[in-house]
């Protein structure tokens, strides 16, 4: 009895080392490629309209932040180390605030590889309008893309491109 269990074993053990690797058809490898790229695509225009989108609270102007800044350089001169730190620090993230307002992120180009890859996405991820709507997406970007339905159609496929 040990001998049969030895001899299974060792032919196991055999059969594992020997094993072909996969291989992957150019089609496949063409549709791997294909999903990464839409996912891609997607992933930048969700984070820039996620980034542009307005934050809660009252909307600060252009002028109230360079009031902030001098009102900052002013108290800079007569500030103790600690306060001086904290308000350096302050200075810093205004002035990147302000950098940021005077630079206007344009969607257009990122708008319009979306708008060629949703329909196909979100019907391959089983992404509903619903869901598109709730990450932010504009219902009209939406009918541009051809998404009109609330309900996700998944492509018939055995495997998911990425």
């Known amino acids: 009895m040990n001998s049969i269990i030895k001899l299974t074993y060792t032919t196991i053990m055999a059969n ?24 891609r695509i997607v992933r930048r225009y969700l984070e820039a309209i996620s980034e542009s989108r307005p934050r809660p609270g009252r909307k600060r102007t252009e002028e109230s932040i360079k009031a902030q800044l001098t009102l900052i350089d002013e108290k800079l001169s007569e500030a103790n180390p600690l306060n001086r730190l904290h308000l350096v620090q302050q200075k810093m993230d205004l002035e990147n605030e302000l950098s940021q307002m ?11 590889a979306f708008l060629e890859v949703a329909a196909e996405y979100g019907a391959r991820k089983g992404i509903s309008r619903q869901a598109w709507r709730e990450v932010g997406v504009p219902l009209e970007t939406l009918k541009r893309a051809g998404i009109t339905d609330s309900t996700p159609h998944r492509l018939d496929r055995d495997d998911d491109l990425d």
């Open 16 to 39: 594992i080392g020997t094993r072909k690797k996969r291989e992957i058809s150019d089609d496949q490898k063409e549709a791997l490629s294909m999903g990464r790229e839409q996912s």
């Open 102 to 112: 005077q630079t206007k992120l344009d969607l257009g180009p990122l708008e319009e």
